[in-house]
């Protein structure tokens, strides 16, 4: 599913590892039968591995963990989230560029 920097969210551990965390986080919404969301995998893997210690990077699941998709009002997949401060900073809908990554987190970096 994900390289060793990505961690797995769940609808029991979302608000422990990203609302309530002290770094920014980025989430990428995602489903095992999604096309481009397996084509964003190799990217959200260098990021996590890019960003190290300085973020938290992971991966929700939508179809195992509905709860926290739908609060989030997830209608497609992928979408990122940047979490800040347990906020959302930035929302990313569809399949996106490192470019893109990069400069969402570091802008939630400052």
Do not use: H
């Not at 797995?8 to 990203?18: L, P, Y």
């Amino acid at each position: 599913m994900a390289g060793a920097n990505v961690v797995e969210f769940t609808d029991a551990n979302f608000k422990s590892e990203v609302i309530d965390s002290s770094k920014p986080v980025l989430v990428d919404f995602w489903a095992e039968w999604c096309m481009p969301c397996r084509m964003l995998t190799p990217t959200i893997d260098k990021i996590a591995a890019e960003f190290g210690e300085k973020v938290k990077v992971g991966k929700v699941d939508t179809d195992k963990n509905r709860d926290i998709s739908v609060e989030y009002k997830i209608t497609a997949i992928p979408t990122i989230m940047i979490f800040k401060g347990g906020q959302v900073a930035k929302k990313i809908i569809g399949l996106t560029n490192e470019g893109a990554l990069r400069d969402a987190l570091n802008e939630a970096l400052r």
